[in-house]
């Protein structure tokens, strides 16, 4: 019962707009009136006290970091692109939660982007940290089949009649925060946590008032988080306020300040749901968050986008607080990178502790770049996404009659007929003169016809 009372004292004090400064600290200065992470909070309620569970979770601990030390190199030559499967659970009471899938691919789009560092504001890392920033192999996609083998669009809706589910009457009965993972309480059920990554989005105001952006449990006994941390596996995933959730969620966080938050708030906790603490420790100066290369610093970046501050001494080397991490609580505008060890982190986690996650092959995810190439049924198309130029590998095809690349609208933009009776031809399609977006190809053979998805940007 310790951690819903902490909660709701934390939440109490915060809405008196106190400054909070333990673990979970308000993601602006005094002046606002919400947690920006609740990921610490939350999970103290499944925190394992037992010392030879602490010490057995410490070896663990240690082998994940040998392993990932051991496999640097293999890590970062590594062509493999981890895919992970994502469903998006939206839970709305009207029609402002319910999200358009609009919004919620948009978010997708930006995991993508921060995970793999193709985020167009990396040019903001600072040269002392830019060597350090690490990209990650991973590529989120919305799942294209459900549990039951059906069709999917990686996304439910789920109609409501909770106002929220952060109410006093949740607190007072010990829920922590997960009755939206229950349809008993108005909310619904994970799929299965070991072969999908489950997002909830939905309303967790309390009273009225913005007080949670979100929250995720950790993998299963990782000791870098204080305690270590075992959780119930149907709880198992990330929590999104409905109003930060997608590339341009900018909420009015009060008194009138509309905030942008960029989408960042589900890379933040998306970090959690992979292992990753706070870089700051969730304490003063020596808490650290068990990743070689964040720097230690006091507190966190309140907001902030401070590039001179530096409220902890590292050695050999003196770094600045590094604001410009994902989990942090910086200013969105500011963040702009993960490090090198915390990427090798999160992979060690995703292949030794999300070992059915994720899909290596590629083979459900209809937008795979894996290798720079999608690959099915001895089709291939590279680059996709592509710009001015695209290439058809039809080389293991035989007996093609005709192709041809159509837009959205079902307009055939492009179409070449053909006869092959050799196994070795690579087409070239400009796309030049093609309006940036998505197009389909459709190719038809002797005994089949094969449809894949094309975007230019």
Not at 200 to 218: E, H, K, M, N, R
Not at 224 to 246: A, E, K, L, P, R
Request: charged share 20%.
């Amino acid at each position: 019962m310790y951690i819903w009372k902490k909660l709701k004292k934390l939440i109490e004090l915060n809405m008196k707009k106190f400054t909070l400064l333990l673990l979970a600290m308000p993601f602006f200065a005094q002046s606002q009136t919400y947690l920006r992470c609740g990921s610490e909070l939350v999970n103290r309620h499944y925190q394992n006290t037992d010392n030879s569970f602490l010490e057995k979770q410490q070896q663990i601990f240690e082998r994940a970091k040998q392993w990932a030390d051991a496999n640097q190199r293999s890590i970062s030559q590594s062509e493999e692109v981890l895919q992970i499967p994502v469903v998006v659970h939206v839970i709305y009471e009207n029609y402002e939660e319910n999200l358009s899938d609009v919004v919620i691919k948009s978010q997708i789009d930006v995991l993508n982007e921060d995970y793999g560092r193709t985020n167009s504001d990396t040019t903001e890392t600072r040269a002392v940290f830019d060597t350090i920033a690490g990209k990650a192999k991973f590529q989120f996609y919305l799942a294209t089949v459900d549990p039951d083998g059906n069709p999917s669009s990686g996304i439910t809706r789920t109609s409501t009649d909770k106002t929220t589910f952060m109410s006093q009457s949740e607190l007072d009965n010990g829920e922590l925060l997960e009755s939206m993972k229950k349809p008993s309480s108005g909310g619904v059920s994970a799929w299965p946590t070991d072969e999908y990554m489950n997002i909830w989005v939905c309303d967790i105001s309390f009273d009225g008032q913005l007080a949670l952006l979100g929250y995720a449990t950790p993998p299963n006994n990782l000791p870098n988080w204080n305690g270590g941390i075992t959780t119930d596996s149907q709880y198992d995933g990330v929590v999104v306020h409905y109003s930060v959730f997608g590339r341009d969620a900018a909420p009015d966080v009060g008194g009138g300040q509309i905030v942008n938050f960029l989408g960042r708030v589900a890379t933040h906790e998306t970090g959690h749901y992979f292992g990753l603490r706070h870089v700051w420790g969730d304490g003063p100066c020596g808490h650290e968050d068990g990743i070689d290369d964040t720097p230690d610093a006091i507190n966190s970046g309140m907001n902030q986008c401070n590039h001179n501050a530096n409220t902890c001494a590292d050695s050999p080397y003196d770094f600045p607080d590094m604001v410009e991490n994902f989990m942090d609580y910086s200013a969105p505008s500011c963040q702009n990178m993960f490090t090198k060890g915390q990427v090798d982190f999160m992979y060690s986690v995703i292949v030794n502790n999300r070992t059915d996650l994720p899909d290596t092959t590629g083979g459900s995810n209809p937008n795979s770049i894996a290798n720079n190439q999608y690959n099915m049924a001895g089709l291939s198309l590279y680059p996709n996404p592509a710009k001015d130029r695209l290439t058809i590998d039809v080389s293991n095809l035989q007996e093609i009659t005709d192709l041809q690349i159509m837009d959205v609208t079902g307009k055939v933009v492009w179409k070449q007929t053909y006869l092959l009776s050799n196994n070795n031809d690579y087409i070239g399609v400009s796309t030049k003169e093609f309006s940036r977006g998505i197009y389909f190809l459709n190719v038809a053979s002797k005994n089949l016809t094969i449809s894949r998805k094309i975007i230019l940007n």
